[in-house]
């Protein structure tokens, strides 16, 4: 962290002495007060006194001898009096207005005398203070440089600022060529494709044109803004296009400007001067163009992706907080639960009897009462065959409290067990939801790393396909939010988006005030699942207890087959709830375990006798990866080509036992696969139920299902049949 601090720190000072000399060598009068200008408009941004040190050590370097440098020193002092004016007062400090008028009132009167009495004319002394003043002021207020403090994203500057700054920039660029090599042609060529790239064609075109004008200005030849201002046009028209492409067309504008200017100076040396800044701009890393993109965001949308990165680093740490404290409550109910108390209760209750004994120490129960009492909260018989044995006067009384106090303990035993089933119940729910809240903390950690690069193509690229864009935010996994008209519907946004970024999903649309409207949107699936259910009632009853879920969340589908206990009414009752149940939870987030564990303490909580065979099967259509879960239901069938994979499970149905009890695996599926679900009605009466299914697959889902339904009916309805039959497809694109 330190190196890069001080890393941060040399490149501040090296690009403002750079600016500094830039501005010190222009010496055409009408370019020089911008040599002063840049000066003030440092001292004016809140930057560090060092950068009239600077200035003075570039105004020497430009132009050697006692005059510059008195010139220069004097416009040094004046803006170092200035700094310890600003910092002495806290109001002037805070108001940018007011170091304006410090400044102003400080270093203009300055500047002219300088200049006059080393020997310029009053006429010089005023432009100089003038223009130096007027042109400082704007720069101070759009310029993105804060010496000492770190650099400001040229997103800040308006388009005023920025077209000064430009002119100035290259203005001092256009004097400084060693070895007869034009700086300033390099930079040039470098610094118009970025803009383009990075912040918009417009502006990448409205910028070169001014760079165009500021190495003109230095030389004082409008042909060479003729030929610079023709690349900035052809890089403009063919910037849509890969790197290398806008970066060759801004060469070739060049040369055939120099060429139809045959004025143009210089000739090959700046065709060579630009074809070295295009060759650096094309051969920029992908990672360097997205951190330039970054570097010139529009300040509006920086401040919106600084606040939402802050929400996402603040996010997770509560959320993490909030989970690990939900993990101490789980762990501390789950500890709880009933204890046996009973052979303390009957110990104390007998030797109250053995105290109020006539017999007292002649009596030899005395010495075992304890074990005696243990024995029988036990079910043992040691006790009786004690009292039985031993001349005890108060033997009966002894057997009929330990049965009053068995009773007592045994009802107080009861009530801590159901009060224990109830913590572990609370513990297996609070668990679940502290892995729950700590995977949102996670994927909003992912969430929230939004790709500047990404955010700004769709924001520029989306109206080009019909869809306005009033600002987005998108995440290197291709997931964000674009707010859109509120007259665009969501398949409309979808195929506008997915133009832009490829194949995504609109998932929902939110109110985002009177014109806009958010369209939060995922990376679109590469499969999609096809189904189809058929099911026939036990023969007597009208309604069937088997029922489905199908439903999607995300690129997550979730398959579903439960079978009620009974039949009828109550079972469909009965098994609808269980869908339900499951579907919520896999909606909130919960992964499909932790659905089947809530619909098992939801049935086991419930008095009498209340179970279902369930089948559950979350697919990931982005993968293709199946998670097969089965509770006390008949195998699942995955059939792959001609071949026909069994997955058998669990025997016991969810809500038989107090903790569920289910199989759970994990296969691969490929589009073109099927996967059959049936009932226990189906596969009691089919003996060979892989056979019976290969028979009746076909291309049609439908036919499968009623196929093997019907197969099944043949032998009698003794019991609901049910069959779910899913086929992977793939997803068609946007």
């Known amino acids: 962290m330190k190196a890069r601090r001080l890393i941060k720190t040399a490149i501040v000072h090296a690009l403002t002495f750079a600016f500094m000399l830039a501005g010190a060598c222009a010496e055409v009068l009408t370019v020089r007060p911008f040599g002063y200008a840049m000066h003030y408009a440092v001292l004016l941004a809140g930057g560090s006194p060092l950068a009239s040190a600077y200035y003075l050590a570039a105004s020497f370097i430009a132009d050697p001898g006692l005059l510059s440098f008195a010139a220069a020193g004097g416009t040094a002092i004046a803006g170092a009096a200035a700094g310890v004016i600003i910092s002495a007062c806290r109001r002037i400090k805070r108001k940018r207005m007011w170091r304006w008028i410090v400044h102003t009132l400080l270093q203009a009167p300055l500047c002219a005398l300088l200049v006059y009495f080393t020997g310029g004319t009053v006429l010089a002394a005023g432009l100089t203070a003038l223009i130096g003043t007027a042109a400082g002021a704007m720069m101070s207020f759009a310029v993105p440089l804060i010496a000492g403090k770190g650099l400001l994203a040229p997103g800040t500057l308006g388009s005023a600022g920025a077209g000064v700054f430009c002119i100035v920039l290259f203005s001092g660029l256009g004097s400084v060529s060693p070895f007869g090599f034009p700086i300033a042609y390099t930079v040039f060529a470098f610094s118009v494709p970025v803009a383009c790239k990075c912040r918009s064609p417009e502006t990448g075109m409205l910028l070169g044109v001014l760079a165009a004008a500021g190495c003109s200005l230095a030389g004082e030849d409008p042909y060479v803004f003729a030929a610079l201002a023709i690349a900035a046009l052809v890089c403009r028209a063919f910037c849509a296009g890969a790197r290398p492409i806008p970066a060759v067309a801004l060469v070739l504008g060049y040369c055939a400007g120099a060429y139809f200017f045959a004025e143009a100076d210089p000739g090959y040396t700046g065709a060579a001067a630009t074809a070295a800044g295009a060759a650096l701009f094309a051969l920029l890393p992908k990672r360097a163009v997205k951190a330039l993109s970054s570097y010139f965001r529009p300040a509006g949308e920086l401040t919106d992706i600084a606040a939402a990165a802050g929400m996402g680093r603040l996010l997770p740490e509560r959320l993490v907080s909030a989970s690990e404290a939900l993990g101490e409550m789980s762990a501390l109910l789950s500890s709880g639960g009933g204890r046996e108390y009973a052979a303390d209760c009957v110990g104390d209750a007998l030797c109250g009897v053995c105290a109020t004994c006539s017999r007292g120490e002649l009596c030899g129960m005395r010495e075992n009462v304890r074990a005696l009492a243990f024995d029988y909260a036990s079910g043992g018989s040691a006790l009786k065959s004690a009292v039985l044995g031993e001349p005890c006067m108060s033997g009966g009384r002894m057997l009929k409290l330990a049965g009053e106090v068995m009773r007592e303990v045994r009802g107080r035993a009861e009530v801590a067990e159901r009060e224990r089933r109830n913590a572990e119940s609370y513990a297996v729910r609070l668990e679940s939801l502290r892995r729950l809240v700590a995977k949102m903390a996670d994927e909003l950690a992912e969430d929230y790393r939004f790709d500047v690069f990404l955010s700004e193509k769709l924001r520029r690229d989306l109206p080009e396909t019909g869809v306005a864009c009033g600002g987005c935010l998108v995440t290197a996994k291709r997931r964000g939010i674009a707010l859109v ?58 309604v069937s207890g088997d029922g489905y879920s199908v439903t999607g969340f995300g690129t997550t589908a979730l398959v579903s087959l439960c079978d009620g206990s009974g039949s009828g009414r109550p079972a469909s009752r009965l098994t609808q709830t269980a869908l339900s149940v499951i579907e919520d939870c896999c909606r909130a987030g919960f992964d499909a375990g932790e659905g089947v564990d809530t619909v098992n303490s939801f049935l086991a909580s419930r008095p009498g006798e209340e179970f279902g065979a369930m089948d559950v099967i979350a697919i990931d259509l982005s993968s293709g990866e199946a998670d097969i879960i089965k509770a006390g239901t008949p195998p699942t069938l995955v059939v792959h080509g001609d071949t026909v994979t069994v997955i058998g499970g669990s025997s016991l149905p969810v809500g038989a036992l107090e903790t569920a009890s289910y199989s759970l695996a994990r296969r691969r599926l490929m589009p073109g696969d099927c996967v059959v679900l049936v009932s226990d009605g189906v596969s009691d009466v089919l003996r060979d139920l892989s056979a019976s299914v290969s028979a009746s697959l076909s291309s049609n889902v439908r036919r499968t299902a009623e196929g093997i339904l019907s197969e099944a009916a043949s032998c009698g309805c003794r019991d609901d049949m049910s069959v779910l039959v899913v086929r992977i497809v793939e997803a068609e694109s946007a």
């Open 485 to 542: 008209p509120r007259v665009v519907t969501a398949e409309e946004a979808e195929k506008g988006i997915s133009r832009v970024l490829g194949g995504v999903r609109v998932e929902r649309l939110g109110d985002a005030g009177p014109v806009w409207q958010a369209a939060a949107f995922a990376p679109a699936p590469a499969l999609d699942i096809v189904y189809a259910f058929a099911s026939r009632p036990k023969d007597g009853n009208t």
